[in-house]
């Protein structure tokens, strides 16, 4: 499955997908965006996949924003709402993706990208790349969910001060700051990821998909109302075929074999 901006490949229930514009350092367009909201769609859809990476085409980006082109060639607020509606609609699409998800970062991250990568579950990022949110500096601000994600997901002092300088920082400061998981050679980048994505595709697809569930739309409720949620979810879990194997497995010495069921 394959065509210009997007290519994707699915082998031992692990689905990549690969923002494929090296020429634009991968930078995102509406036909862009399109075809990533339909690419991505076929892989959660898909039995055999268990977990999602994305990541981008060469050794230079992963992606290095909206595509300021596109930006800058439309005109009139209609056609500003159309781009941030369809950006939007796109990262809440793989933020609330039912399968958990991975950024393998094999370079630039910059404005929606890190936005992007906000909107996936872990990140691993390769030790040369270098993220930021430059939008200040073109007299925008991160639009495309990254203000609000980044501020729920790191520190207020260090995403508002990422925000309003428009800094580039590295990928060990992005460690520090909790922005990614993991800071990998260049060379372990997708072994890591695929290692990780793995042993994620290892357990019960089933179980996985309930638990993020609850974590998307837990992380948004106040407490009371996501530990009822939670509770709920675990006696939907609790009642699966799975867990009376996983549970059955451990107290017969023996590995165990999930099924989605
Ligand atoms: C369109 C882009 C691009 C982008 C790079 N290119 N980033 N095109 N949109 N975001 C293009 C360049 O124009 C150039 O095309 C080619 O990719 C290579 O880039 P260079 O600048 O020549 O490479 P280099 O000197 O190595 O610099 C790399 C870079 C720089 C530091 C990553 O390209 C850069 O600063 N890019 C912009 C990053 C940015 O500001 N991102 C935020 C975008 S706004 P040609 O044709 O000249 O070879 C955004 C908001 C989204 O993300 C949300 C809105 C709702």
């Not at 630039?108 to 930021?132: K, M, N």
Request: charged residues 25%; glycine residues 8%.
């Amino acid at each position: 499955m394959s065509d210009d901006t997007i290519t994707t490949s699915i082998a031992e229930n692990i689905g990549t997908l690969s923002i494929n514009r090296p020429k634009a350092l991968n930078a995102l367009n509406s036909a862009t965006l399109e075809k990533l909201s339909s690419r991505f769609a076929d892989l959660e859809t898909n039995d055999d996949v268990h977990v999602i990476v994305i990541t981008g085409a060469g050794d230079r980006a992963f992606v290095a924003g909206g595509d300021i082109a596109d930006l800058a060639s439309r005109g009139g607020l209609e056609h500003y709402l159309e781009f941030a509606e369809l950006i939007h609609e796109v990262f809440r699409q793989i933020e609330v993706c039912k399968k958990p998800t991975i950024s393998a970062v094999n370079g630039w991250a910059l404005g929606g990208g890190v936005e992007l990568i906000l909107a996936t579950d872990i990140r691993v990022a390769v030790e040369d790349a270098a993220l930021g949110l430059p939008e200040i500096t073109l007299g925008l601000f991160p639009g495309a969910g990254g203000s609000q994600r980044l501020l729920r997901q790191i520190s207020p002092c260090q995403a508002k001060e990422l925000m309003f300088t428009g800094d580039r920082i590295s990928a060990r400061e992005a460690l520090r700051i909790g922005l990614v998981n993991k800071v990998v050679s260049r060379e372990e980048l997708m072994p890591e990821v695929m290692k990780t994505a793995q042993k994620i595709a290892s357990h019960s697809p089933l179980v996985l998909q309930l638990l993020k569930r609850n974590l998307t739309h837990g992380q948004d409720m106040p407490l009371a109302a996501a530990l009822a949620h939670e509770q709920a979810m675990i006696g939907l879990v609790l009642d699966t075929a799975d867990a009376h194997e996983g549970c059955s497995a451990f107290l017969e010495k023996r590995p165990a074999e999930f099924r989605g069921k």
